[in-house]
T-cell receptor, first 113, second 109 residues
Framework: DAGVTQSPTHLIKTRGQHVTLRCSPI?????VSWYQQVLGQGPQFIFQ???????GRGNFPDRFSARQFPNYSSELNVNALLLGDSALYLC????????????FGNGTRLTVT | KQEVTQIPAALSVPEGENLVLNCSFT??????LQWFRQDPGKGLTSLLL?????REQTSGRLNASLDKSSGRSTLYIAASQPGDSATYLC????????FGTGTRLTVIP
């Protein structure tokens, strides 16, 4: 079975641009979460979606938004990119809420110049 | 807000040695404690999940324990191998996980 897949793997953008990152969860998983990992730090929670509804939001500005589609795949959008948005963006999926382990994709490496 | 700390930040051991990685958290009202492995530039691989009602989990050479009262978890790796070299992250919470900054492990052949 395929794991969590993310696209693209690498991306270079200029300050002020916007970006869309994509994630396909493991088959049968209905929850998708997004995390930002800055170099040398642990991942930080951005969003969680379950059954197409937002179930949690971390401490990120409104420039960050996300959605989940009927097939449970998800997009993360970031507007007005800043240099500080450069990071590894990780998507994770799980069967449901709270008690099942998270399974992560390999991430999208975003560089903002 | 949950804060997770991992000590040490880096660790080098000779092949074959047993080792313990430490994780502490500030809020004992956690759902789960999950240990992950991260290879350079890669995503996270889930190693073990301990639910709040459990005390430990084992998988192969790995054993993770959870002591909510003291706010601590440990990951024990037996008979370390060079392939175990990676960064190990612990995370507390449910789907909204709070991560530590990790322990970078190097196993020397």
């Amino acid at each position: 079975d395929a794991g969590v897949t993310q696209s693209p793997t690498h991306l270079i953008k200029t300050r002020g641009q916007h970006v869309t990152l994509r994630c396909s969860p493991i088959s049968g998983h209905k929850s998708v979460s997004w995390y930002q990992q800055v170099l040398g730090q642990g991942p930080q929670f951005i969003f969680q979606y379950y059954e197409k509804e937002e179930r949690g939001r971390g401490n990120f500005p409104d420039r960050f938004s996300a959605r989940q589609f009927p097939n449970y795949s998800s997009e993360l959008n970031v507007n007005a990119l800043l240099l500080g948005d450069s990071a590894l963006y990780l998507c994770a999926s799980s069967l449901g809420l709270d008690v099942s382990p998270l399974h992560f994709g390999n991430g999208t490496r975003l560089t903002v110049t | 807000k949950q804060e997770v700390t991992q000590i040490p930040a880096a660790l080098s051991v000779p092949e074959g040695e047993n080792l313990v990685l430490n994780c502490s958290f500030t809020d004992s009202a956690i759902y789960n404690l999950q240990w992950f492995r991260q290879d350079p530039g890669k995503g996270l691989t889930s190693l073990l999940l301990i639910q709040s009602s459990q005390r430990e989990q084992t998988s192969g050479r790995l054993n993770a324990s959870l002591d909510k009262s003291s706010g601590r978890s440990t990951l024990y790796i037996a008979a370390s191998q060079p392939g175990d070299s990676a960064t190990y992250l612990c995370a507390a919470g449910a789907n909204n996980l709070f991560f530590g900054t990790g322990t970078r492990l190097t196993v020397i052949p």
